[in-house]
């Protein structure tokens, strides 16, 4: 069982800085992880995601602010959020799963692994 404990999330101003952290059982060192969000009334949406080895990918609308990186040795996810703008404003999660997450969101498959979300708010 792979546990997924998000946290960090907040207000915070346009252009400012938020870091998401997701704590992650010790199995998940072995995972490839990612992070999505879902705005109100919005589907749920890649964001970013990392492999074991530390090849990151990101969603055009975040490439150049955000930056996913992780800790094998703990293990934790993290998401550094910088030029924030409202409309990156929702609920962010944190997820896992044996196989590329790439791959998954390009075969419109889940990854299998999720945690609970955490709220960003970014107000102009």
């Known amino acids: 069982q792979v546990h997924l404990v998000e946290s960090g999330g907040g207000s915070a101003q346009a252009g400012g800085s938020l870091r998401l952290s997701c704590a992650a059982s010790?199995?998940?060192?072995?995972?490839?992880m990612g992070w999505f969000r879902q705005a109100p009334e919005k589907e749920r949406e890649w964001v970013a995601s990392?492999?074991?080895?530390?090849?990151?990918g990101y969603a055009d609308s975040v490439k150049g602010r955000f930056a996913v990186s992780r800790d094998n040795a703990k293990p934790t996810l993290y998401l550094l959020m910088n030029n924030l703008k409202p409309e990156d404003s929702a609920i962010y999660y944190c997820?896992?799963?044996?196989?590329?997450?790439?791959?998954?969101?390009?075969?419109?498959?889940?990854?299998?692994?999720w945690g609970q979300g955490t709220q960003v708010t970014v107000s102009s």
């Open positions: 010790q199995v998940a060192f072995n995972l490839a």
């Open positions: 990392i492999t074991t080895r530390g090849s990151a």
């Open positions: 997820a896992a799963d044996p196989d590329s997450i790439r791959d998954k969101i390009r075969n419109n498959r889940n990854p299998r692994y």
